[in-house]
């Protein structure tokens, strides 16, 4: 029995707390369930390779040339160091950004309690957010900063406090850390900004009441705490760029980066997109997103100021990406959680709206929102658990075939047999080999050759860019054509048999090759 000097939850706090955790638990299962199932793409690979950088140097150098900052191979080294190599321990790192993403939306609930559980939850099931999320780039991670720094903005507007102060310090340095892409956030929100301030006097000229961002006043808050919030943000920021002081001219080249930043955006780079990119991915993958995007347009003219702010941010945000030509699907996480804000809103004042009046009107926007979410647990399944390299899905992109994660089986079963496996030779002489640099990394007998040059004989696998002429070989291999990754042609991989003896290798067939002699 319970002790009458227990008082229970409320009904409906019991409820919430069951929503709550029930989101968190889905987002949890969508990101690392079978973690490892997808093959190493070739900018996972990149990455790997800067974090054995960090191994090997002791300290990271930027370089003005990649747009990425330090942070999130620090983070990788860590993960590496506690869970061992292989690309399980990087992409636990950004599943993990990408459950707190969830975690941080719910726990603000910025927009108001229904609008934040069908905001989390859209993003707990959005196919974008779970797969590129269980992928080792830099997104997932942006993302849940970006969202910090929003939450920062709009709490320092409400009430300026210390915990303000520190959301929205803590959101703006983890995004500087980490991408060059922080100068569209950021002028984004200033944009945001400006119309919050201006909206009342337009739209009240247009006879429309609305209301206005409040002037918070400082509660904790004085001028020696913000200096020495200033102090910590330009000391990390120094201690990262500069590899912790041992490269100095980091620090310039931070503001270097920008300008080959600007022109790779403007030129395209081989990946220009039409200005209708994003929305025709939403409109496959992302219902809740494409819902805020019609939201967000009305949004910014609303009655709540909180609800202008994110509105407007959400469209300048996007606009600013449609009319980059240099677009890649991994971007749209950036594009995606302030539309779904916003479609949370709606949500919630539809709830409001019809609850306990219009019972039919409500149940009709529940299955609406249940069709949303459901469409993307659907297809966020059917893209991670089944296509994930499928060339007729938008989102997979330029991605590494499984025949990459069999040669990487073959590899680990052998390595299981024999503890000197790892000493096996290696030899890769294909153009634009990644993610196979890395994945051999930690072999000290891998070799990477030219491509126009032709491998050395004796090694116990070859990866090369044509077919060699074997006729006049007399070796003991075989040999089979391999898909590496799309937008590219077929690569040949050789195993030597007595390497692999008594294994099964799907696809291979005999070939002689003679001693000694080159391909």
């Known amino acids: 029995m319970m002790s009458s000097n227990v008082r229970p939850y409320p009904p409906s706090l019991n409820r919430d707390k069951i929503i709550y955790w029930s989101i968190l638990f889905l987002a949890f299962l969508f990101r690392f369930a079978a973690l490892s199932i997808k093959p190493p793409h070739a900018d996972e690979g990149v990455n790997g390779f800067f974090v054995n950088q960090l191994w090997e140097r002791g300290y990271f150098i930027y370089n003005p040339q990649n747009y990425h900052g330090p942070l999130l191979f620090s983070l990788f080294q860590i993960s590496e160091k506690l869970l061992g190599f292989g690309i399980h321990s990087f992409r636990a790192v950004t599943a993990l950004f990408s459950l707190l993403t969830v975690w941080a939306i719910l726990r603000t609930a910025v927009l108001g309690r229904h609008a934040s559980f069908f905001a989390a939850l859209a993003l707990a099931l959005s196919p974008g957010m779970i797969f590129f999320g269980r992928s080792a780039i830099h997104e997932p991670v942006f993302v849940f900063f970006g969202v910090l720094w929003m939450i920062g903005f709009i709490k320092l507007r409400e009430r300026t406090d210390r915990h303000a102060v520190v959301l929205f310090s803590v959101g703006l340095m983890g995004c500087v850390l980490l991408k060059e892409t922080f100068v569209i956030f950021g002028f984004s929100l200033l944009a945001a900004w400006a119309w919050i301030e201006i909206s009342p006097r337009i739209l009240g000229a247009l006879g429309r009441n609305v ?11 004085d001028g020696r705490f913000l200096l020495k919030t200033g102090i910590i943000l330009i000391c990390v920021w120094v201690v990262f760029f500069t590899g912790f002081l041992h490269n100095r001219k980091g620090m310039t080249d931070f503001f270097v980066a920008l300008i080959p930043w600007l022109k790779t955006g403007v030129g395209g780079s081989g990946h220009d ?15 809740a997103a494409l819902a805020g995007v019609a939201g967000a347009a009305a949004g910014a003219f609303s009655q709540s100021w909180k609800m202008r702010c994110v509105s407007f941010f959400a469209l300048i945000n996007g606009l600013v990406y449609s009319l980059i030509p240099y677009k890649t699907p991994w971007c749209i996480m950036d594009i995606l959680w302030p539309f779904v804000l916003v479609a949370g809103y709606w949500f919630e004042r539809a709830v409001i709206a019809f609850h306990r009046r219009n019972l039919s009107a409500l149940l009709l926007i529940l299955c609406v929102a249940a069709l949303i979410v459901g469409h993307s647990a659907v297809a966020g399944y059917r893209l991670n658990h089944t296509n994930y390299t499928g060339p007729h899905e938008p989102y997979v992109y330029v991605q590494t075939k499984n025949d990459v994660a069999m040669i990487q089986d073959l590899i680990r079963r052998k390595t299981r047999e024999r503890t000197d496996f790892h000493n096996l030779k290696v030899q890769v002489n294909v153009k634009d080999p990644w993610p196979l640099p890395w994945l051999f990394s930690r072999l000290p007998h891998a070799e990477f050759g030219n491509q126009n040059l032709p491998p050395v004989a004796g090694a116990d696998i070859i990866f090369t860019e044509v077919s060699v002429d074997d006729r006049d070989l007399a070796g003991s291999y075989v040999r089979r054509k391999m898909e590496l990754r799309d937008a590219r042609e077929p690569i040949h991989v050789y195993l030597k048999k007595s390497v692999f003896e008594g294994m099964d290798l799907p696809g291979f067939t005999p070939v002689e090759m003679s001693e000694g002699k080159g391909f």
Not at 212 to 221: C, D, E, L
Not at 273 to 282: A, D, E, R, V
């Open 211 to 221: 209301d206005s961002a409040p002037r918070a006043g400082s509660k904790g808050v």
């Open 273 to 287: 997109k039409p200005f209708s990119y994003w929305l025709n991915l939403m409109g496959r993958y992302e219902w």
